[in-house]
Nanobody, 123 residues
Framework: VQLQASGGGLVQAGGSLRLTCVASGTFVRIHDMGWYRQAPGHERELVALVLVTGRPMYADSVKDRFTISRDNAKNTVYLEMTSLEPEDTAAYYC??????????????????WGQGTQVTVSS
């Protein structure tokens, strides 16, 4: 299983970016998908989650500025970021909980991370 994130870049304060993360490989079902971020010298923090039902959840710091969505047919999660601030500068990581069959044919759920994509917001 692989999560491939893309869409990061350098943008001026007030600008927008759209991050995309695609899950590939062998799995039965994708459950929750989301985005975390980590700035230098800081802990990794949750940015947004989208449940399998489509219900979104956001960190207070990004509410009303970021929108998370998913396309289940494409195994993809998006993060639309608007009104970006220098404080949003970080490496952004996508995550997903997936169900797979183990060697005994039993269903098991595991969490996976994508590689980071850097978002840099200049003032």
């Amino acid at each position: 299983v692989q999560l491939q994130a893309s869409g990061g870049g350098l943008v001026q304060a007030g600008g927008s970016l759209r991050l995309t993360c695609v899950a590939s490989g062998t799995f039965v079902r994708i459950h929750d998908m989301g985005w975390y971020r980590q700035a230098p010298g800081h802990e990794r923090e949750l940015v947004a989650l989208v449940l399998v039902t489509g219900r979104p959840m956001y960190a207070d710091s990004v509410k009303d500025r970021f929108t998370i969505s998913r396309d289940n047919a494409k195994n993809t999660v998006y993060l639309e970021m608007t009104s970006l601030e220098p404080e949003d500068t970080a490496a952004y990581y996508c995550t997903a909980n997936l169900s797979r069959l183990d060697p005994n044919g039993r269903l098991r759920e595991d969490g996976f991370w994508g590689q980071g994509t850097q978002v840099t917001v200049s003032s």
